[in-house]
């Protein structure tokens, strides 16, 4: 049993030969469809589609200004690319811990990580379920930071009743199969900003606005365009978007309610007011149990477990560059190397969830620290 598996078909099909048999294939109708297709569903002014999540918010942080020698705050426990967006552009990622039961950035420990050198805040809303924003948004305002969300694995997420994407400044989703919906590779970056916005549709196509009959090059931009090849599947994923986030979520409340109860883990939650779009369900297993064991035993019984993601100081370039210790980062390094994601994905039958939740039981017992 894979991990997630795309719910991907002959409309998806379909809709790349469409494209193919055009022969247009680069940003275009399909592109600005898919665009439009976002705002309306998420309520954001404005969407630009990229290349993926990785160079949507390297993109972002750029047009919002943040310059080499800066510091970018950001939470400690993420997928690596939320840092490297910031390397990349010479500035320098601040990590901040979590909250334990939501993994997400603890916003009482935001202010004291914010210095004269801080341009920028960048939440995630991890694997799905949205930061506190309100919380990160009042620290912002007090210092007069942009908020740019990581919002790769919350497309359909939302808080208050708003959506994922459009809690802050400017917001970017993925589109990696591993994400809620999929282009193959691609992403999205949404604001509400109309100067933001313009800048980010310029630096996205090399710095250029047309002219009458040629390009003028107004910036040192980047090509991070989406193709109409992958904005064609992603139309055709957005049809069914409703259908997937649904599914994500009925899928993760019938695996809870067979794996609550189990001695030495802790299922995930989902705070009043947010709905949560499990792109991962990620479990946190008691300091008793030996995650990596646990991991090892699932695969015999042929179900695919990984870590939740990843404590990113603990990664070799940042230990290198930035040494920080563990004790700075406690419930970080907790979660890396105590969270487990399950399989979850809307294809799943209450057979494949009887099959995870014994196979973890059985696992669980089996790795306990001795
Ligand atoms: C997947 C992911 C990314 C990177 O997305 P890509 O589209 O693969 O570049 C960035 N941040 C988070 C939190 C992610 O989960």
């Given at each position: 049993m894979r991990l997630n598996i795309p719910l991907t078909g002959e409309p998806e099909v379909e809709a790349v030969r469409e494209v193919i048999e055009s022969g247009y294939l680069t940003q275009g109708a399909k592109t600005a469809a898919f665009e439009s297709t976002v705002r309306a569903y998420t309520g954001a002014r404005h969407a630009a589609a990229v290349s993926s999540a990785t160079t949507g918010l390297h993109l972002a942080l750029v047009a919002l200004g943040v310059q080499p020698g800066d510091e970018v705050v950001i939470p400690g426990?993420?997928?690596?690319a939320t840092a490297n967006a910031v390397i990349q552009q010479g500035a320098i990622p601040v990590f901040v811990d979590i909250d334990e039961s939501s993994f997400n950035l603890d916003p009482a420990l935001l202010e004291s990580a914010?210095?004269?050198?801080?341009?920028a805040i960048m939440p995630v809303h991890a694997f799905g379920l949205c930061a506190d924003m309100d919380a990160i948004n009042g620290v912002a305002a007090r210092h007069g930071l942009p908020v740019l969300e990581d919002a790769a694995c919350a497309l359909g997420g939302t808080y208050d009743g708003r959506h994922a994407g459009t809690l802050g400044t400017a917001g970017v989703y993925s589109f990696h199969p591993?994400?809620?919906?999929?282009?193959a590779e691609g992403g999205m970056i949404t604001t509400n900003d109309d100067a933001l916005a313009e800048r980010i549709g310029v630096l996205r196509a090399h710095g250029a606005v047309r002219g009458e009959l040629f390009m003028e090059f107004v910036d040192a931009g980047f090509n991070y365009r989406l193709s109409d090849v992958h904005s064609a599947i992603g139309l055709a994923q957005m049809a069914r978007i409703d259908d997937i986030v649904a599914g994500r979520r009925r899928a993760a409340s019938e695996l809870t309610s067979r794996?609550?109860?189990?001695?030495g883990l802790r299922v995930p939650s989902e705070p009043a007011g947010t709905a949560h779009t499990f792109q991962s369900y990620v479990v946190m297993l008691d300091d008793g149990i030996d995650r990596d064991q646990v991991i090892r035993h699932m695969r015999t019984r042929d179900v695919e477990t990984t870590l939740?993601?990843?404590?990113?100081?603990?990664?070799p370039y940042f230990r290198e560059r930035f040494?920080?210790?563990?004790e700075d980062l406690p419930r970080t390094t907790r979660a890396h190397h105590q969270a487990l994601t399950l399989p979850l994905y809307p294809q799943l039958t209450g057979d494949d969830m009887d099959v995870i939740a014994d196979a973890l039981r059985w696992s669980l017992q089996e790795s306990a620290r001795r």
């Open positions: 426990f993420s997928f690596p914010i210095t004269e050198r801080t341009t591993r994400k809620i919906i999929t282009t794996i609550s109860g189990v001695d939740g993601t990843y404590g990113m100081h603990l990664q040494a920080i210790a563990d």
